[in-house]
């Protein structure tokens, strides 16, 4: 059942050195209008629960940390959730966590591994390319249609990717959750590839506005 995937989840939650109880932001939390018409395009009612908690703990910041997260406040999405720190000295993703959920479709937990002991060797240029995104823009990013094509277990589904970042400013990991469904009732070959939209935090980094 999902709840005794969640408690399974918050108790790997645990060993990773997060608290049961989020860092209480100090400042009442910031007006998100992009946030939120980005949440509109979210489908999933389990994604939209992980983002709305993590558009909560970032208050006043441009994203929250690791730390700032509950587990509490996302127990029943968290077979569904994955993590991964960022090394901005050496550029490099090492698994954080990862539900009951996503460790079954990987055949393993992900925790302290890196991507290219995570995914095939043709899909880990484009996983470091996706979550370098994430982290520097930083953005966030949602993508629905076909999932985990490259472990070939080829179904539907709907996933997130949020920055995280210790001190509020440089991104040093990034919280996921995808809702998958596996095996899809029709055939791979008559579906879609994946459709994508990204938000990025700080437009103004991109402004090539000279005034």
Same mark, same amino acid.
């Given at each position: 059942?999902?709840?005794?995937?969640?408690?399974?989840?918050?108790?790997?939650?645990?060993?990773?050195?997060?608290?049961?109880?989020?860092?209480?932001?100090?400042?009442?939390?910031?007006?998100?209008?992009?946030?939120?018409?980005?949440?509109?395009?979210?489908?999933?009612?389990?994604?939209?629960?992980? #983002?709305?908690?993590?558009?909560?703990? /970032?208050?006043?910041?441009?994203?929250?940390?690791?730390?700032?997260?509950?587990?509490?406040?996302?127990?029943?999405?968290?077979?569904?959730?994955?993590?991964? /720190?960022?090394?901005?000295?050496?550029?490099? =993703?090492?698994?954080? #966590?990862?539900?009951?959920?996503?460790?079954?479709?990987?055949?393993?937990?992900?925790?302290?591994?890196?991507?290219?002991?995570? =995914?095939?060797?043709?899909?880990?240029?484009?996983?470091?390319?996706? =979550?370098?995104?994430?982290?520097?823009?930083?953005?966030?990013?949602?993508?629905?249609?076909?999932? =985990?094509?490259? #472990?070939?277990? !080829?179904?539907?589904?709907?996933?997130?990717?949020?920055?995280?970042?210790?001190?509020?400013?440089?991104?040093?990991?990034?919280?996921?959750?995808?809702?998958?469904?596996?095996?899809?009732?029709?055939?791979?070959?008559?579906?879609?590839?994946?459709?994508?939209? !990204? #938000?990025?935090?700080?437009?103004?980094?991109?402004?090539?506005?000279?005034?």
């Amino acid at each position: 059942m999902i709840a005794d995937d969640g408690m399974k989840a918050a108790q790997a939650w645990k060993q990773s050195g997060v608290p049961e109880e989020p860092v209480p932001p100090c400042l009442k939390p910031r007006p998100a209008r992009r946030v939120d018409g980005f949440a509109a395009t979210v489908s999933s009612p389990s994604l939209k629960a992980v #983002l709305a908690h993590w558009t909560q703990a /970032r208050g006043l910041q441009t994203m929250p940390s690791w730390e700032q997260l509950s587990p509490a406040r996302m127990v029943h999405q968290l077979p569904l959730i994955w993590a991964y /720190r960022y090394d901005r000295e050496t550029d490099t =993703f090492a698994g954080r #966590l990862a539900g009951d959920k996503i460790c079954q479709i990987f055949g393993k937990n992900i925790r302290g591994l890196s991507l290219d002991k995570i =995914f095939p060797p043709d899909a880990v240029d484009w996983t470091q390319r996706l =979550f370098s995104r994430v982290v520097h823009e930083p953005a966030l990013y949602q993508s629905t249609g076909q999932v =985990f094509s490259h #472990l070939q277990r !080829w179904g539907i589904g709907e996933r997130i990717i949020l920055p995280l970042s210790g001190d509020g400013i440089g991104g040093d990991g990034i919280l996921g959750a995808t809702d998958y469904h596996y095996p899809h009732p029709c055939a791979a070959g008559e579906a879609e590839g994946e459709t994508e939209q !990204w #938000l990025c935090l700080r437009p103004e980094r991109f402004s090539t506005d000279p005034h």
